[in-house]
T-cell receptor, first 114, second 116 residues
């Protein structure tokens, strides 16, 4: 079964600071990787996804993530955060073939101070 | 294009009562997934259904929990004889078919169940 680790559960930044959230997974086979975001009071929305191809993935709102297969990692980055990026961020993984269930990390609560 | 709909958004039940959570997938989606989020935890997979079929229920507790996705109508997650430990946010997601593994899952707003 897949599992996902996210570190630094609570992150506090000032506006314009850079953000990097770590995500490591454990699974021996081919995977699909996702970052979801949950803004206060809203439902989970997809930020970006990796299925195949270029390991550097660009998502919405200036976010990007890099899949490093040798490190089993899919870290999320944004060069300059805004107050509106205050949210909870979840990394998720699923096996490329077979079951479709997503395994989620515990999430990173990010607070951006104006 | 309406997203995944869940109702109710908030549900309060006393211990021993039944809870019914409903999920309507996005239009054109025939695959539904249920996840549970406990406080300070990530989402945990519960069950994966297609119309009239349970594909994977490996994350469902063995007792009191059941799920269905009938030919007509929403998917239902049913919890019988609720206990305080069932208090959580329950999220539904849907994906297209052909095949579902090629698509991301779209999430609903969740149902927050509180057991008193």
């Amino acid at each position: 079964a897949q599992s996902v680790s996210q570190h630094n559960h609570h992150v506090i930044l000032s506006e314009a600071a850079s953000l990097e959230l770590g995500c490591n997974y454990s699974y021996g086979g081919t995977v699909n990787l996702f970052w979801y975001v949950q803004y206060p009071g809203q439902h989970l929305q997809l930020l970006l996804k990796y299925f195949s191809g270029d390991p550097l993935v660009k998502g919405i709102k200036g976010f990007e993530a890099e899949f490093i297969k040798s490190k089993f990692s899919f870290n999320l980055r944004k060069p300059s955060v805004q107050w509106s990026d205050t949210a909870e961020y979840f990394c998720a993984v699923k096996a490329s073939y077979g079951n479709n269930r997503l395994a989620f990390g515990k999430g990173n609560q990010v607070v951006v101070i104006p | 294009n309406a997203g995944v709909m869940q109702n109710p958004r908030h549900l309060v039940r006393r211990r021993g009562q039944e809870a019914r959570l409903r999920c309507s997938p996005m239009k054109g989606h025939s695959h539904v997934y249920w996840y549970r989020q406990l406080p300070e935890e990530g989402l945990k997979f519960m069950v994966y259904l297609q119309k009239e079929n349970i594909i994977d229920e490996s994350g469902m507790p063995k007792e009191r929990f059941s799920a269905e996705f009938p030919k007509e109508g929403p998917s239902i997650l049913r919890i019988q004889q609720v206990v305080r430990g069932d208090s959580a946010a329950y999220f539904c997601a849907s994906s297209p078919s052909n095949p579902p593994s090629l698509y991301e899952q779209y999430f609903g707003p969740g149902t927050r169940l509180t057991v008193t």
